[in-house]
């Protein structure tokens, strides 16, 4: 066809062929780089496969840690020599490096990446670095202790904080909460009525209360510059019911000094049993850095020998979370294997991966990883038979319903060489959930029912720690696990599926108590939901996915910060890898694969990955303790990005070609 002048334009279907003839061209593409991009990604988990068939990624956090590991060669070996040499000085020194480097231009430390200044982190910074030697004049010190005041100085602390100080004078001992060994002579089983990791920490941290005595500081040095002056040094009372604790305490003090001895000799025996008994088919007690700090503290308190074989293992399992290089030092708060087994292999089973060698020997560890054995679970489940995994290597007291869930989801795609042997496990890790769900339809971390209010209130349970209730993000990976498996009609399922539809949040969302945070708790609330297949929950889930499309980054991806835990409400991060996968992941589950959103979030992914084959990422996005302690997983940036591209990337560029015809 010609115009008025003679220019050649295309027939209509001529336009409209070539027009469908690019959308195809686009298609095949987009198509063949998901197709290079879930390769590579693929190559690249593979590659960190070890031989024995799992995975392990660091997992580090704040410089809390590294400052507690100075606190702790304090007390195994006390001096008020200035020039403090201890056979550990080496790594010490390095810790020390590794704290400096992380300071903030404004003088203090955060507790999660982007974060601003954390006065319990600069407080234990500023003083570890004295204790090593840095001069107080030093501008880092300086600073750092400039802003430690105006963060509410050492007062504002937790009790975390002051009873560590208070264990070599630098705080009041009056002033900090009692932990006394007699709460394992309380009839009532009241000890379990605290999460599992509570338990873990308060039992030898009781104990070095009971019997230890305060250690020197090398170079006597003291941090009263960090008192802001005025201010009080009593916990601050929050209601009545701290009120009633905080003269507990009190009460309690006088009994440490007027008390039965009998009495407190037998708690203490009670508590060094009940220690001592937990370390066994465990890689230290809880397998968690403070749980295993305390420990030591309380062996040493105790009298033992340094060659004393349970002291001279628990300092080996402890020392095992270093990362360390030539001069820096950097602690991990305990070990990720089956988790980051388990999502590996299911990430690469849930694309089709074909190399099914790697996920047998996934499966032959994490059968040989099960657990036989009754934990704490078992007090409040006395007649439920034991099965499932921990998160760690040993943890046999401790598994823990996120990681069987997951590690059955794992085995759907990963069969192990001995399938009866997996079978039985299967069969005993789906039975040990079901038993596990609490009252209300949902279920937790480790315990059942762990939900006593009351306890939130007790002096030393500012640290955000004190219970294990359920949360909608375990409860939908517990829901996927059990519907993939045939149990949709299961009288749990339905509990579970009315729990969900009752947590959501007015704007669509589900909080997330084990990642950050809103986008991490609807991805999963949406799986458990999306396998569940319930009809009623279907306008649920249209809001959850308005809300997941609503909060995406102008850059196509996902962030969200850990600020959110203190405000209460989503709060907007730079994107980053895993929370991006999340997004996508819960949009699938919706049933939107081929939205633009959809289609920017895959875009993002595909555009950030880098030629190895993984992707990079700086946000915190593991949550350890809201509002006090997260977690940064290594791994998150590999697995999710790879499962989420095998969901979405095959069904995205179907709407490109929809459109172009």
């Known amino acids: 066809m010609r115009d008025d002048y003679g220019v050649v334009f295309p027939a209509p279907e001529q336009a409209a062929e070539a027009a469908r003839a690019s959308a195809r061209d686009e298609v095949r593409r987009l198509r063949a780089r998901v197709q290079t991009s879930l390769e590579a990604g693929a190559g690249a988990l593979l590659r960190m496969q070890r031989p024995e068939g799992f995975w392990l990624g660091d997992l580090t956090a704040d410089s809390t840690l590294e400052s507690d590991y100075i606190l702790l060669q304090m007390w195994l070996y006390p001096s008020r020599e200035r020039d403090w040499n201890p056979p550990t000085r080496a790594r010490i020194d390095k810790a020390a490096r590794e704290i400096l480097a992380r300071q903030l231009p404004d003088g203090g430390w955060n507790i999660y990446e982007g974060g601003p200044s954390e006065v319990n982190a600069t407080v234990r910074a500023y003083t570890m670095l004295k204790i090593v030697g840095y001069d107080p004049a030093h501008p880092a010190l300086a600073r750092a202790r400039n802003r430690a005041l105006a963060l509410g100085g050492l007062q504002a602390c937790n009790s975390y904080t002051k009873t560590n100080f208070s264990l070599f004078g630098l705080f009041p001992r009056q002033y900090t909460p009692s932990v006394p060994p007699e709460i394992l002579l309380v009839p009532g089983n009241l000890l379990y009525e605290m999460s599992s990791w509570t338990r ?43 009120v009633v604790f905080h003269h507990a305490d009190r009460l309690i003090k006088i009994w440490e000094r007027r008390g039965i001895k009998d009495v407190r000799k037998t708690a203490v025996r009670e508590a060094e049993h009940w220690m001592l008994d937990r370390l066994h088919y465990s890689e230290g007690l809880g397998a968690i850095y403070p ?3 305390y420990a030591i503290m309380a062996m040493d308190a105790l009298g033992y020998e340094r060659d004393h074989p349970d ?57 040989s990883k099960e657990v036989r054995r009754k934990g704490d679970w078992a007090v409040k489940r006395p007649d439920l038979t034991p099965g499932g995994w921990a998160f760690e290597f040993a943890n046999e007291f401790y598994p823990d319903i996120d990681d069987t869930a997951m590690v059955l989801l794992a085995l759907l795609h990963a069969r192990a060489s001995d399938p009866e042997k ?28 762990n939900n006593w209010e009351v306890l939130n209130k007790v002096p030393f349970a500012d640290h955000n720690a004190m219970l294990d209730p359920t949360c909608p993000d375990i409860t939908g990976r517990v829901l996927e696990s059990l ?42 609330a949406l799986r458990g939901l999306r396998a569940a297949g319930a009809a009623e929950a279907r306008p649920a889930m ?84 809201p509002n006090v302690f997260y977690l940064t997983y290594h791994l998150y940036r590999q697995y999710f990005p790879l499962l989420a591209i095998s969901v979405t990337g095959c069904a995205t560029p179907l709407r490109s070609a929809a459109e172009a015809g």
Request: proline share 6%; charged share 20%; net charge neutral.
């Open 422 to 449: 997996q079978r039985h496990a299967e069969r005993r890790a789906i039975n040990w959930l079901l038993g596990m769900q609490s009252s209300d339809g949902g279920w937790a971390a480790f315990d059942a029912d």
């Open 542 to 625: 249209a809001k959850a996915a308005q809300w997941l499309r609503s909060v995406q980054n102008p850059d196509g991806g996902w962030g969200e910060s850990c600020a959110g835990y203190q405000r209460h409400r989503f709060v907007s991060a730079p994107s980053s890898a895993s929370q991006t996968a999340w997004a996508l992941l819960g949009l699938a589950a919706a049933g939107d694969t081929q939205s633009p959103a959809v289609e920017r979030g895959l875009g993002y992914l595909l555009d950030t990955q880098r030629p190895d084959g993984t992707w990079d990422e700086k946000l915190t996005t593991g949550t350890g303790f």
């Open 311 to 367: 002291l001279v293992e628990a300092i080996r399992q402890f020392d095992r979370l270093i990362l360390e290089s030539e001069d820096r030092l950097e602690f991990q708060p305990c070990f990720s294997p089956l988790w980051d087994t388990a999502i590996a292999a299911f990430a690469l089973g849930e694309m089709g991966h074909p190399d099914r060698e790697a996920l047998t020997r996934a499966a032959d560890w994490m059968v």
């Open 291 to 293: 749980a295993m700090m």
């Open 483 to 524: 519907c993939r498996r045939g149990f949709t009609s299961h009288p749990a399922v339905r509990k579970a599926v009315d729990y969900l539809l009752s947590r959501q949040k007015e704007d669509g969302s589900w909080y997330g108590r084990w990642g950050v945070n809103y986008v991490y708790g609807t991805f999963l």
């Open 200 to 242: 873990t920490i308060i039992v030898p941290l009781s104990i070095v209360q009971a019997v230890g005595t305060p250690k020197p500081v090398p170079g006597n040095v003291t941090v009263e510059e960090l008192f802001v002056p005025q201010k009080p040094l009593t916990l601050p009372k929050r209601d009545r019911f701290s």
